[in-house]
């Protein structure tokens, strides 16, 4: 029986980053310096490395979560349990990851606890995901203050306005992660 939970949601904050890379790139003028390319590669290789791990830590989690509901299935199994064994084959064909603890009482105490442990450790991820972007995103602001600051001293203006730009699109993302 093949299951769909590790098909993972893609995030809105996810949508929203590459959406200010996607719109970055497009809208670069050539006054755009190349030290703003470089802050720009950086800060997009520290965020992938954020998401990738988020994503292995999850898919993880996932194989645990299944790991545990098959212990399950076969205690229940081993107790004459057809209730137990059925309301454990139902979890593991859902096509979502549980988002609370609760399942109606349907299936138990022991399976209501894998489910609210289950979303508990998820939104642990979550958190420490968006954490990681927030932190990253403010770092990546402050350099980017800097550069405008060194662009607008040095007399150049339509790149200090460029980097303005990247700092007003971070910014929001930055907003969201707050």
């Not at 310096?33 to 791990?53: F, H, M, N, S």
């Amino acid at each position: 029986m093949r299951t769909n939970v590790e098909i993972l949601p893609v995030s809105p904050l996810i949508t929203l980053v590459a959406t200010s890379f996607l719109v970055a790139a497009a809208a670069q003028t050539p006054a755009a310096p190349p030290a703003l390319d470089q802050l720009r590669k950086g800060y997009g290789r520290a965020i992938d490395k954020v998401d990738t791990e988020y994503v292995a830590a999850r898919r993880k989690g996932v194989q645990a979560y299944l790991n545990e509901l098959a212990e399950l299935e076969e205690r229940f199994r081993k107790a004459g349990n057809l209730e137990g064994v059925l309301a454990v084959r139902r979890e593991k064909e859902r096509n979502d990851l549980p988002a609370s603890g609760s399942d109606n009482g349907a299936s138990g105490e022991r399976l209501t606890r894998l489910r609210r442990n289950f979303a508990r450790a998820a939104a642990t991820l979550e958190q420490r995901r968006d954490a990681d972007r927030l932190r990253w995103g403010r770092a990546y602001l402050e350099r980017l203050a800097k550069l405008k600051a060194h662009l607008t001293r040095e007399g150049l203006v339509d790149a200090a306005l460029a980097v303005k730009d990247e700092e007003e699109k971070i910014g929001a993302v930055v907003a969201g992660l707050s």
